[in-house]
């Protein structure tokens, strides 16, 4: 498999990656399905554990879930019309002109987008719908806590961060897009969380993990002390928002 320089971040603790990260809202793939001509089938690529894929299988006859993790494939939500297969974006192995929908959720950054916006051409229907999706910092419906959490990540954690995580922070804006731009509605993540919910999902950061291999300690702890003092019960629930980007465009098939 020609892994384009595939930056691993994620195989290790795959489970947790599983269990932990938020959800999309489920009018994230109404709304995709709504744009597409047909809904056949739709490719999820970069596809992680399938927090997307499980949405689209709902509005889709049958979707494909890839990731270059094998890894992150072994720990994708099942369900009878997805199929994963461990590929890169920029070489799916799949037919041409055969996909509805090509979805990029939260993985875009990581692609060598030149070689992926070809595959794209080479596997779309005419007019198949293209969609880059990613979601930025978090913010807690608590001041005092947010401010806590947003020293974190630019400051404790700032500097541990790759390079791409900078079109994240950006709703993706500067990230080459050569198809024809459809609108599309503004949308949010939300969960409501437990202190330990929280920590668990920070803890499948990638800065955090860099940052405790160089450290030889999780910059985790000190956070987890830091909210305790301003939390109140642990296990009350506080309401975390993540902004959705949505980059989604035609693909004109010649």
């Known amino acids: 498999m020609d ?19 938020p959800s999309y809202p489920k009018t994230l793939a109404v709304e995709l399905s709504k744009l597409c001509k047909n809904t056949n089938l739709a490719l999820d690529c970069g596809c992680g554990t399938g927090q997307l894929s499980i949405l689209l299988a709902e509005q889709f006859d049958f979707v494909i879930g890839t990731d270059a993790s094998q890894s992150q494939i072994e720990n994708a939500k099942q369900k009878d019309n997805i ?19 090509i979805s990029v959720a939260q993985a875009a950054h990581w692609l060598n987008l030149e070689e992926f ?3 794209v051409v080479r596997i779309a229907k005419p007019n198949a719908i293209l969609a880059l999706i990613t979601y930025g910092i978090l913010h807690v419906d608590n001041h005092k806590v947010d401010e ?21 922070e ?7 897009f050569p198809f024809h731009k459809c609108p599309f ?16 999902y920070m803890s499948t ?12 300690a999780s910059p985790l702890h000190q956070l987890k002390a830091q ?24 693909v004109k098939v010649e």
């Open 3 to 21: 892994n384009y320089n595939f930056k691993d971040y994620f195989s290790s603790n795959s489970n947790n990656y599983a269990a932990y990260r």
């Open 83 to 101: 199929c994963y297969k461990t590929a890169t974006a920029e070489n799916s192995g799949l037919d041409a002109q055969s996909i509805d929908l």
């Open 117 to 119: 916006y070809k595959e």
């Open 148 to 168: 806590v959490i947003q020293e974190f990540y630019y400051r404790t954690i700032g500097s541990y961060w790759p390079e791409e995580r900078k079109h994240v």
């Open 170 to 176: 950006n709703g993706y804006e500067d990230l080459l």
């Open 185 to 200: 509605p503004k949308l949010n993540m939300e969960e409501f969380w437990s202190l330990d919910e929280l920590i668990n």
């Open 205 to 216: 950061w990638s800065a955090v993990k860099e940052a405790q291999k160089k450290l030889d």
């Open 227 to 250: 909210l305790e003092a301003l939390w109140g019960n642990p296990d009350s629930k506080k309401k975390i928002t993540w902004p959705l980007s949505v980059k989604v465009g035609k």
